[in-house]
């Protein structure tokens, strides 16, 4: 009971004092909501209005619709994937973008960890079987930069394939713009005290709990090391061709809606209404490590 015990345990400094809190506790500290919203240097001071949210959204996802049939009616493919630490909300951005596409051309992506025969293929192989085809949208909930960052955090790989995986993965990614394929890819950044609001979110969620792992917590302990890793990625992966575009992300509602916008300014579909699309807010949305420095 011990070990489980410290198992959910997490350190944090806040103000120059360590903070500790153990993840089982069903009462949120007044320091953690505190400064949760304003973490990571979030430029908000406020969550944006639910009303307000859904009726963006909604006008968001009739263009989305739009997209689908352009992409049906030209043959194009797009690809979008998505990443950043636990709880940064990956999955509601991508439900998000989803939620009103015909299943039958729009597919989610979430693969489990390699089987001994994927352990066994090129790196980049399994991914590759889920590339989208003529008229098709795929959007990875985590991707092949899982070796960037969880992997050699949490050594499931080794330093040497960390290395080949950072050599190759430009190459691999200026083969999918060779090829045609509209692809994007999002890093949604949160701050360390929001994802842990997030953590005992999950934690006291009967509907949420399937969501927190021990390898979560693990992970929140090691922020420092997925921080260097992210810093790397960016820095190394990110280019004219297939940049990397960045999401601060402590209040979803606003994530979302610009990550959407970013897709649909980024594509010439009929019908178009500009209006309905907005405007970017380059407060929580840039790209490249230079948005984050």
Same mark, same amino acid.
């Given at each position: 009971?011990?070990?489980?015990?410290?198992?959910?345990?997490?350190?944090?400094?806040?103000?120059?004092?360590?903070?500790?809190?153990?993840?089982?506790?069903?009462?949120?500290?007044?320091?953690?909501?505190?400064?949760?919203?304003?973490?990571?240097?979030?430029?908000? +001071?406020?969550?944006?209005?639910?009303?307000?949210?859904?009726?963006?959204? $909604?006008?968001?996802?009739?263009?989305?619709?739009?997209?689908?049939?352009?992409?049906?009616?030209?043959?194009?493919?797009? !690809?979008?994937?998505?990443?950043?630490?636990?709880?940064?909300?990956?999955?509601?951005?991508?439900?998000?973008?989803?939620?009103?596409?015909?299943?039958?051309?729009?597919?989610?992506?979430?693969?489990?960890?390699?089987?001994?025969? $994927?352990?066994?293929?090129?790196?980049?192989?399994?991914?590759?079987?889920?590339?989208?085809?003529?008229?098709?949208?795929?959007?990875?909930?985590?991707?092949?930069?899982?070796?960037?960052?969880?992997?050699?955090? !949490?050594?499931?790989?080794?330093?040497?394939?960390?290395?080949?995986? !950072?050599?190759?993965?430009?190459?691999?990614?200026?083969?999918?713009?060779? $090829?045609?394929?509209?692809?994007?890819?999002?890093?949604?950044?949160?701050?360390?005290?929001?994802?842990?609001?997030?953590?005992?979110?999950?934690?006291?969620?009967?509907?949420?709990?399937?969501?927190?792992?021990?390898?979560?917590?693990?992970?929140? +302990?090691?922020?420092?090391?997925?921080?260097?890793?992210?810093?790397? !990625?960016?820095?190394?992966?990110? +280019?004219?061709?297939?940049?990397?575009?960045?999401?601060?992300? +402590?209040?979803?509602?606003?994530?979302?809606?610009?990550?959407?916008?970013?897709?649909?300014?980024?594509?010439?579909?009929?019908?178009?209404?500009?209006?309905?699309?907005?405007?970017?807010?380059?407060?929580?949305?840039?790209?490249?490590?230079?948005?984050?420095?």
């Amino acid at each position: 009971m011990a070990d489980e015990t410290e198992s959910r345990a997490v350190s944090i400094d806040i103000n120059g004092k360590l903070k500790r809190f153990d993840i089982d506790d069903p009462v949120l500290p007044a320091w953690i909501e505190e400064h949760a919203l304003g973490s990571g240097g979030y430029p908000h +001071n406020d969550k944006l209005d639910k009303d307000k949210y859904a009726k963006q959204l $909604e006008k968001l996802q009739v263009e989305l619709v739009k997209v689908q049939f352009w992409l049906k009616a030209t043959g194009k493919r797009m !690809m979008a994937l998505f990443e950043g630490r636990d709880a940064a909300g990956k999955g509601g951005t991508i439900f998000s973008i989803n939620a009103y596409l015909n299943p039958r051309s729009a597919r989610v992506v979430a693969l489990n960890k390699p089987t001994e025969t $994927e352990a066994g293929q090129w790196y980049f192989q399994r991914y590759i079987s889920h590339f989208p085809t003529s008229g098709e949208i795929v959007l990875f909930d985590r991707s092949w930069y899982n070796r960037a960052g969880v992997e050699p955090v !949490m050594g499931f790989c080794t330093p040497q394939q960390y290395k080949d995986f !950072m050599k190759a993965v430009p190459r691999f990614e200026d083969t999918i713009s060779d $090829e045609g394929i509209i692809f994007f890819k999002f890093w949604l950044d949160i701050g360390r005290e929001m994802q842990l609001k997030r953590f005992h979110d999950r934690r006291h969620d009967p509907l949420k709990i399937w969501k927190l792992s021990p390898m979560d917590i693990a992970a929140f +302990n090691k922020w420092d090391a997925y921080t260097e890793k992210r810093d790397a !990625m960016l820095e190394k992966t990110h +280019n004219k061709e297939t940049p990397w575009a960045v999401v601060r992300a +402590n209040d979803k509602r606003r994530a979302r809606l610009n990550v959407i916008r970013h897709i649909l300014l980024s594509l010439d579909y009929e019908g178009k209404d500009k209006d309905a699309v907005g405007e970017i807010d380059d407060k929580i949305f840039g790209f490249g490590p230079k948005f984050l420095s």
